[in-house]
């Protein structure tokens, strides 16, 4: 009988933690816009947020965030020094944030999240945006420049998960995927476990850089631990190499001015094998190294990807070659950029 009782006190203080988190994420980080999707999403919603105004002849900027978080990630870095230069649209990707997780089937797939983006910005009266990616969303980016390139302004791939990689995923999405155990370890572990390890994992993300003050909080990423959430980011997470296995090879027909940004020193997505080898493969694409720079340049180098989105909104070809920023600010551009 005691050992029963503390098995439901236990219970109790784990729901604690995981209702509790779920609570303060509809006080602490309410909803901006939702545009209603159609077709093959008839009845799901994507979250947004829609700054800056349209100009003559600059493009509109959509961003994509990566695993593991929301659009509050893009809003807190690009969001306002693009919207003064114009229109800029973040999104929560498919079960992400507030975003509806969507009845698809194949909804973890890249291409089918790109499929739901073009839907809502169809739906929003956007044609043609510039569209950047980060980590995660790279993989996403790519996948709509290679289904739909006229419709594709510029692509900036920003830290991407591009290419199949040696080894597997963390232990843990294995174990969300087991029956029972699955349900308990998202319903019951994960709040309280995320709480603990929330910061040492923000600031190995960021490594070698340092993250903002209060980075986790700002950007909503205590959001993440909802159980829909997290089962949503670990399908996302534990299917990439498989997807990206398959369409990979078909970048070279990526057609779009494409730009790509990494930081030299990302322990967190490899530069050499998915940022470089994307610039390989498409034809005049500008690659842009940040000597010591870790997973998150656009926090690291603000200006560096506000230029980039900004060149490719109003048309400006990139510089093909590559562009190397050192620590100390010196840059090394390719010569057809000099000239």
């Known amino acids: 009988m005691e050992s029963l009782l503390l098995l439901a006190v236990a219970l109790a ?37 829609d700054r800056g105004e349209a100009k003559p002849g600059v493009s509109t900027v959509v961003l994509v965030h990566g695993a593991s978080g929301n659009l509050r990630d893009m809003e807190m870095s690009l969001v306002e020094p693009l919207s003064r230069e114009t229109r800029v649209i973040a999104f929560d990707r498919p079960g992400h944030g507030w975003s509806d997780r969507t009845e698809h ?31 995660w969303g790279g993989s996403v980016v790519t996948a709509y420049a290679l289904q739909w390139p006229d419709e594709v302004a510029g692509l900036l791939p920003l830290s991407g998960a591009l290419y199949p990689w040696s080894g597997g995923v963390a232990w843990y999405h294995s174990v969300v995927r087991m029956p029972v155990i699955g349900w308990f370890f998202t319903n019951f572990l994960v709040a309280p476990g995320g709480k603990f390890l929330l910061e040492k994992g923000v600031e190995g993300n960021f490594h070698p850089d340092k993250p903002p003050a209060n980075y986790a909080e700002k950007t909503a990423l205590p959001m993440l631990f909802r159980p829909k959430e997290f089962r949503a980011n670990s399908e996302d997470t534990a ?8 369409r990979s090879s078909r970048y070279g027909e990526i057609a779009v001015p494409t730009i790509v940004i990494t930081g030299n020193a990302d322990y967190t997505v490899s530069p050499k ?23 998150m340049p656009h926090y690291a180098h603000t200006d560096v990807v506000v230029d980039a989105l900004v060149r490719l909104a109003r048309g400006e070809a990139p510089r093909a070659g590559e562009t190397v920023i050192h620590a100390d600010g010196r840059v ?3 010569s057809a950029a000099a000239e």
Do not use: C
């Open 13 to 49: 203080v784990l729901w604690f933690f995981a209702s509790g988190g779920a609570a303060k994420a509809a006080t602490m980080w309410p909803p901006d816009k939702f545009v209603k999707l159609d077709g093959d999403f008839d009845g799901a919603r994507l979250h947004y947020v």
């Open 105 to 135: 089937p194949a909804i973890a797939d890249p291409a089918i999240q790109a499929k739901a983006i073009r839907n809502a910005l169809k739906n929003l009266g956007i044609e043609k945006p510039v569209l950047l990616g980060h980590s």
């Open 239 to 246: 299917q990439l190499k498989g997807y990206l296995e398959r």
């Open 273 to 295: 094998i998915h940022s470089y080898a994307l610039h390989n493969a498409v034809e005049g694409s500008e690659l842009i190294k940040l000597k010591g720079t870790g997973h």
């Open 332 to 334: 090394e551009m390719p």
